[in-house]
């Protein structure tokens, strides 16, 4: 999937800043997408976590959504014997694993990787829509 991204947006850069700002767009948009959806998949019990679920610019073609809540991860990987980790994230995983004091065994409860998963199908779609126009709008 990174493959065919870069190809597009490597395509898109040759229309020049139109595209750069249909880019911005686009990575905006997708940021805010996999923000809401993280927040509806997010296990509520006070509503907490989903509160702490926000998005954060780096620049304008790169955010971070957030999950600010200390137990985050724990929800979204699982504890104990029941941890659940997708192999793209063992690296950032890797970080919360537990120092062995008690074993609890939370079940995995994803909302953020599910909400990644589909707005990376949905950018990539919408970035080759955006090319498609622009190879339209000037042939």
């Excluded at 509160?51 to 200390?70: C, H, L, M, P, S």
Aim: no cysteine; net charge neutral.
């Amino acid at each position: 999937m990174a493959d065919n991204l870069s190809k597009i947006l490597k395509s898109l850069r040759k229309f020049g800043k139109e595209a750069e700002e249909l880019i911005e767009d686009t990575t905006l948009v997708t940021a805010s997408e996999i923000e809401a959806d993280a927040k509806r998949l997010a296990p509520v019990d006070k509503g907490f976590l989903r509160n702490q679920i926000f998005t954060q610019e780096v620049d304008k073609q790169n955010y971070e959504i957030v999950a600010g809540a200390r137990y985050s991860a724990y929800l979204e990987f699982g504890t104990g014997g029941l941890v659940n980790v997708p192999d793209e994230l063992k690296e950032l995983a890797i970080k919360f694993k537990g120092k062995g004091v008690r074993q609890i065994n939370l079940a995995p409860q994803p909302f953020m990787y599910p909400a990644l998963v589909k707005g990376r199908v949905n950018y990539v779609k919408d970035l080759k829509d955006n090319l498609n126009d622009l190879t339209k709008k000037y042939d």
